[in-house]
T-cell receptor, first 114, second 113 residues
Framework: DTAVSQTPKYLVTQMGNDKSIKCEQNLGHDTMYWYKQDSKKFLKIMFSYNNKELIINETVPNRFSPKSPDKAHLNLHINSLELGDSAVYFC?????????????FGEGSWLTVV | AQSVTQPDIHITVSEGASLELRCNYSYGATPYLFWYVQSPGQGLQLLLKYFSGDTLVQGIKGFEAEFKRSQSSFNLRKPSVHWSDAAEYFCAVGGNRDDKIIFGKGTRLHILP
């Protein structure tokens, strides 16, 4: 059983399109995250939700909109895709918020914008 | 706010040799420290973590790390590497309840046969 699962794993799309990545965790965690990993492997947090409430919202363009229908799901919708959005997007979860909680990652969604 | 530095972008060691990956952090109080490994095409997997207590932490796959407060370091070690250890390694630091976990830029480990 996959603890944090995200779909799709690979996504190739044209500039200007709108796309979504879905994420689900079956660990019973209260907190979920979206991280972006660029081509240089730099991993940066984008959003964090705790019990469906937005906790962290880094300086991410408004084109990125997370949605958490319940605490086991956190989806990421991206409008008007740009070339610079090409990256690997990781969904993750932890028991609670805060720096002392182990984060569990999904396997990533490879987004390529052409 | 906390920060973390991994000074080495790439490290190459021979199979069977010992390994040490460096990690330095900045945080005003006792940090929470983590090491994660990312194999090609995969997500990040937790190797080990330090919260408090014994400063030498044992992890999975034969890895260990030592927290040295005086040097603000949390270096990862393995006495004998295997070809399957080739991967990207990330050090991460977390603060108090309201702080997020910050990741270093990673160290790519290459293994020579």
């Amino acid at each position: 059983d996959t603890a944090v699962s995200q779909t799709p794993k690979y996504l190739v799309t044209q500039m200007g399109n709108d796309k979504s990545i879905k994420c689900e965790q079956n660990l019973g965690h209260d907190t979920m995250y979206w991280y972006k990993q660029d081509s240089k492997k730099f991993l940066k947090i984008m959003f964090s939700y705790n019990n469906k409430e937005l906790i962290i919202n880094e300086t991410v363009p408004n084109r990125f909109s997370p949605k958490s229908p319940d605490k086991a799901h956190l989806n990421l919708h991206i409008n008007s895709l740009e070339l610079g959005d090409s990256a690997v997007y990781f969904c993750a979860s932890s028991h609670r918020t805060g720096g002392g909680n182990t984060i569990y990652f999904g396997e990533g969604s490879w987004l390529t914008v052409v | 706010a906390q920060s973390v530095t991994q000074p080495d972008i790439h490290i190459t060691v021979s199979e069977g040799a010992s390994l040490e990956l460096r990690c330095n952090y900045s945080y005003g109080a006792t940090p929470y420290l983590f090491w994660y490994v990312q194999s090609p095409g995969q997500g990040l997997q937790l190797l080990l973590k330090y919260f408090s207590g014994d400063t030498l932490v044992q992890g999975i796959k034969g890895f260990e790390a030592e927290f040295k407060r005086s040097q603000s370091s949390f270096n990862l070690r393995k006495p004998s590497v295997h070809w399957s250890d080739a991967a990207e390694y990330f050090c991460a630091v977390g603060g108090n309840r309201d702080d997020k976990i910050i990741f270093g830029k990673g160290t790519r480990l290459h293994i020579l046969p």
